[in-house]
């Protein structure tokens, strides 16, 4: 009996059910006969059938390739940075096995400070953790940690493809690039266009203008994005013809980039559509307000800044949308020349009737053109009534330096008077990282402080009256609101030498026994499980740093 016809009889033998119709006696040939032979007698047949059909697949299968006749499986490289350790190796392994994917960037950028490249062992489980689309921040350090033999395995898995967009373009032949572009996933071609950005502009253009009639508007608006990269003014002529287009927000994206150019016409037509919206009014000699002159209808020259056409008539809601509209558009040391005032001085200085919806405006203006003195003015602001700072103006922090950004925000912690000490967390996430030595310490300090606290809290050792416990809930609520997602922050941001001192606070924390002793359900299933997560994090964190420095 030939192997095909063998394998139909197992086919057929399936379809039709051992009971319906016992299987051949000839059914195993040479060399599977003997092993069928050799299998206990009390196994059941359908078991035995079902090994015989995975040798049969497996022999059939054995010494051919995968590859089409004729086509000649170049090797890979020869490698040029060294693997990381067997132990650091068990680490990052670990790491996949216990499904904490949200470690693994984190022990790739450690691979990649310390030159260090994965061993070929953990090369396919990695690339199926990070083989698709909502994994692609974590692809540009992937590139740096995978060696010529993960850019080779990429190459021979068509699962693993997606990952080429991960590698510099200078690496990629032109078949790959076109097969990228035109084919690809759309998160693959954002990565790749995102890196032509940088070493092919000219070609970046070409795609996005060749595919751009074809694409989504929501896909649009991400591929437009990628112009803030290495911006030009050879990037004109294409963003003007955005500019014309009828979509309302690939209008103002063109015209938000355009306005960064400083010798472009968008830049040019600006101080005339601008002009006297905002005018100084001396009350005193001393004394000076900002205000707000509208026009009663938005001219027609608006449009072309994304800005729709509608009169005051059709309602103040169309007025507040506009108005703070153009004032994001506008640099905001446009208005430091016109008004002839410190960025300070204007955010304190605006009349209350227009305040809000200026001040929204200058907070996108100052994120887009990122100055320094306006992003001071504006995270400096709160509100008179109710001591709030500025919706959005976390954003802001990023326009400073690491060391000015910590410190405003060290400064929010400390004092619960400071406009920002109950919306710390939001400034956190927007703090660079690594975060310097001495933000890391304050940071500790602030978190065993603030544990310590919650311990010592009066209603731990009463009645728990009712008052008191609400007391306590609110205080649980905060812990919640606050340093949950601050310790998940801090895991990844601390610096190499302040990770012994995160253990040595955390640990006498997690076991202490004020906390053990009080049995009460939000300590134990939020606070301690938080520490707990927190601790095993930085264990990792250290133990893997400390892998990399023995090496």
């Known amino acids: 009996m030939s192997r095909m016809s063998r394998i139909e009889s197992l086919v057929h033998c399936a379809l039709i059910g051992t009971r319906q119709e016992p299987p051949p006696p000839a059914l195993a040939s040479t060399p599977f006969e003997r092993l069928l032979d050799e299998l206990p007698a009390a196994m059941l047949l359908e078991r035995k059938l079902l090994l015989l059909a995975g040798a049969e697949a497996v022999y059939a299968l054995a010494g051919t390739s995968p590859f089409p006749l004729g086509v000649a499986v170049i090797p890979a490289p020869a490698e040029k940075l060294p693997p990381c350790s067997p132990q650091a190796a068990a680490l990052i392994k670990s790491v996949l096995q216990e499904s904490h994917s949200e470690l693994l960037p984190l022990a790739l950028e450690l691979l990649a400070r310390h030159g260090r490249r994965l061993p070929f062992s953990l090369l396919p ?108 003014q050879d990037d004109e002529a294409f963003l003007e013809k955005v500019r014309n287009r009828r979509s309302y927000q690939e209008r103002r994206l063109a015209v938000s980039l ?79 020349e016109r008004l002839q005032l410190s960025p300070a001085s204007i955010v304190h200085s605006l009349e209350s009737t227009w305040r809000t919806e200026v001040l929204a405006g200058l907070v996108q203006a100052t994120r887009r053109h990122r100055l320094p003195s306006w992003a001071r003015a504006l995270l400096s602001w709160a509100d008179a009534a109710t001591h709030e700072p500025l919706a959005g103006a976390e954003d802001l922090l990023s326009c400073l330096e690491q060391e000015e950004a910590e410190q405003f925000l060290l400064q929010a912690l400390a004092s619960s008077q400071h406009a920002w000490h109950a919306r710390w967390p939001a400034l956190l996430t927007r703090l660079p990282r690594p975060w310097s030595t001495s933000f890391g310490v304050s ?17 731990m050792d009463r009645g728990f009256a009712e008052p008191e416990i609400r007391q306590l809930a ?66 990792f964190h250290h133990r893997l740093l400390r892998e990399f420095e023995n090496q």
Request: charged share 20%; net charge neutral.
């Open 443 to 459: 940071f500790l300090e602030h978190m065993q402080k603030r544990l310590q606290e919650l311990a010592n809290h009066p209603s």
């Open 125 to 232: 489980t990695v690339f199926a953790a990070l083989a698709r689309p909502s994994a692609a921040a974590t692809w540009p350090v992937l590139a740096q940690v995978i060696g010529e033999r993960g850019r080779w395995l990429i190459r021979q898995n068509p699962s693993w493809r997606i990952l080429l967009s991960s590698l510099p373009v200078t690496e990629l032949s032109e078949q790959e690039l076109n097969s990228l572009w035109y084919e690809g996933s759309f998160a693959g071609r954002l990565a790749l266009l995102r890196q032509l950005r940088t070493y092919n502009r000219p070609l970046a253009r070409q795609w996005l203008e060749e595919v751009w009639p074809q694409e989504q508007r929501e896909q649009r608006l991400a591929l437009l994005e990628t112009f803030e990269i290495g911006l030009e």
């Open 258 to 336: 355009l306005l960064r150019l400083p010798s472009s016409a968008c830049r040019r037509e600006l101080p005339v559509v601008a002009h006297g919206l905002l005018q100084r009014e001396q009350q005193s000699e001393e004394g000076y307000v900002v205000r707000v002159v509208l026009p009663e209808t938005p001219p027609p020259s608006w449009q072309r800044f994304g800005i729709e056409q509608k009169s005051l008539s059709e309602g103040q809601k169309q007025h507040v949308s506009w108005l703070q509209e153009l004032i994001s558009l506008v640099p905001p040391g446009y208005w430091e």
């Open 474 to 539: 609110r205080a649980a609520m905060q812990w919640h609101q606050q340093w949950e997602p601050a310790l998940k922050i801090a895991a990844r941001a601390l610096p190499a030498n302040c990770l012994e001192l995160a253990l040595q606070l955390a640990q006498p924390l997690q076991q202490s026994e004020e906390l053990e002793a009080r049995n009460i359900y939000f300590i134990k299933r939020d606070v301690n499980r938080q520490i707990i997560t927190f601790i095993e994090e930085i264990t």
